[in-house]
């Protein structure tokens, strides 16, 4: 059974710093992993695909790696701004279904 | 840009009753599912829907839940008699082809079912 766990659990920076965010999986047999902002009340926000063939996709200031063998992924936040504070959820896909771990709550202060 | 609609936005009912959550898929996606998320836990699966049917389900989609896809573009999720651990956000999604590689899943906003 697929389990996602994510490091660390909080993070509170001041505005500015680079970070990273950690994800990692058991089973290395995915199609893709997916990263998603989560705001309070809201619903989930797609940020980064990366297929299983891929080491790693950017979008401005986000950059995520993939390292399937070792069952790991890191989302990399260049810059960050108060505007980033969120959840951000990692999540892998298998058959038909994503498994989500449980989210690193980020806390951007000015 | 397109997106998955969710209503309502959020739902208090009785244990025991029925509810029907509803969502509106992004038009010309093919690939259908519900999520949930109890409160400060994991989002979890709960159902993939194509073609007019269930492609897959989990374990906590047992007979007291059922999806439909009413028209061509509602998908609904429909708890028959509901328990206090029905208490939750659930997401409705959508993808444009099958999972397997480079479809993303978009999500709506969630509907808060609070079960008293």
């Known amino acids: 059974k697929q389990e996602v766990t994510q490091i660390p659990a909080a993070l509170s920076v001041p505005e500015g710093e680079n970070l990273v965010l950690n994800c990692s999986f058991t089973?290395?047999?995915?199609?893709?992993l997916q990263w998603f902002r989560q705001d309070p009340g809201k619903g989930l926000t797609s940020l980064l695909l990366?297929?299983?063939?891929?080491r790693e996709q950017t979008s401005g200031r986000l950059n995520a790696s993939l390292d399937k063998s070792s069952g790991r992924s890191t989302l990399y936040i260049a810059a960050s701004q108060p505007g980033d504070s969120a959840t951000y959820l990692c999540?892998?896909?298998?058959?038909?279904?994503?498994?989500f771990g449980t989210g690193t709550r980020l806390l951007v202060s000015p | 840009e397109p997106e998955v609609t969710q209503t309502p936005s959020h739902q208090v009912t009785q244990m025991g009753q029925e509810v029907i959550l509803r969502c509106v898929p992004i038009?010309?996606?093919?690939?259908f599912y519900w999520y949930r998320q109890i409160l400060g836990q994991k989002v979890e699966f709960l159902v993939s829907?194509?073609?007019?049917?269930?492609?897959?389900k989990s374990e906590i989609f047992d007979d007291q839940f059922s999806v439909e896809r009413p028209d061509g573009s509602n998908f609904t999720l429909k708890i028959r008699s509901t328990k206090l651990e029905d208490s939750a956000m659930y997401f409705c999604?959508?993808?444009?082809?099958?999972?397997?590689?480079?479809?993303?899943?978009?999500f709506g906003n969630g509907t808060r079912l609070t079960v008293t």
């Open positions: 990366i297929q299983s063939s891929q």
């Open positions: 089973d290395s047999a995915i199609y893709n």
């Open positions: 829907f194509y073609n007019n049917e269930i492609s897959e």
């Open positions: 999540a892998v896909m298998g058959f038909q279904k994503l498994v």
């Open positions: 999604a959508s993808s444009e082809n099958r999972q397997s590689y480079n479809s993303p899943l978009h």
């Open positions: 038009s010309n996606h093919l690939y």
